[in-house]
Antibody, heavy 120, light 108 residues
Framework: EVQLLDSGGGLVQPGGSLRLSCAAS????????MSWVRQAPGRGLEWVSA????????YYADSVKGRFTISKDNPKNTLYLQMNSLEGEDTAVYYC?????????????WGQGTLVIVSS | DIQMTQSPSTLSASVGDRVTITCRAS??????LAWYQQKLGKAPKLLIY???SLESGVPSRFSGRGSGTEFTLTISSLQPDDFATYYC??????????FGQGTKVEIK
């Protein structure tokens, strides 16, 4: 059974940093692209970042480019999102999502989400 | 970026109704479209991929159609468990992947 366990969210001040983690199990992690998708309170879904199966290629939404870094530790079956220079607009539930064999794919499974609140 | 526009934003329906949600892309995305269901406080769940392929385990009352720029999700007979928000997502061009704004299906 595929499981994705998001963690690392919390309350952080504007300008601060946070690292999110997503522990994956139930599938061959190093064969699949992964993404982070966020949802601000009461709003829709917004794709944030994606990484290829090998971890060698990364993609970012313009809204987070230069501030967020996605990485994938295949031996540990864990996806990360390092978030720096956080802003109020980054307040959201962050979900990790399992992609396909190709990075250009839909999202088959989602984690339960972890809440990030950026506030002073 | 490819923009995805869903209609309606909210849909009021009764159990047993046939409901249809429309999703339009700002440019052709072939059949690279997925549909998700999200219940309050929960993660999205994949329903349909490649515009019309039903994800394993999803009830057959859900169906998807379309190609190019216009797509529909139909629930043939609405069940109590189906009251939720539905999102379309294009994956024709990555970076960025884009979602529709969502359609909330509520009880009439």
């Amino acid at each position: 059974e595929v499981q994705l366990l998001d963690s690392g969210g919390g309350l952080v001040q504007p300008g601060g940093s946070l690292r999110l983690s997503c522990a994956a199990s139930g599938f061959t992690f190093n064969n699949y692209a992964m993404s982070w998708v966020r949802q601000a309170p009461g709003r829709g879904l917004e794709w944030v970042s994606a990484i290829s199966a090998s971890g060698g290629t990364t993609y970012y939404a313009d809204s987070v480019k230069g501030r967020f870094t996605i990485s994938k530790d295949n031996p540990k079956n864990t996806l990360y999102l390092q978030m720096n220079s956080l802003e109020g607009e980054d307040t959201a539930v962050y979900y990790c999502a399992k992609g396909g064999l190709s990075v250009a794919d839909y999202f088959t499974y989602w984690g339960q989400g972890t809440l990030v609140i950026v506030s002073s | 970026d490819i923009q995805m526009t869903q209609s309606p934003s909210t849909l009021s329906a009764s159990v047993g109704d046939r409901v249809t949600i429309t999703c339009r892309a700002s440019q052709s995305i072939s059949s690279w479209l997925a549909w998700y269901q999200q219940k309050l406080g929960k993660a999205p769940k994949l329903l349909i991929y490649k515009a019309s392929s039903l994800e394993s385990g999803v009830p057959s009352r859900f169906s998807g159609r379309g190609s190019g720029t216009e797509f529909t999700l139909t629930i043939s007979s609405l069940q109590p468990d189906d009251f939720a928000t539905y999102y379309c997502q294009q994956y024709n061009s990555y970076s960025p992947w884009t979602f529709g704004q969502g359609t909330k299906v509520e009880i009439k």
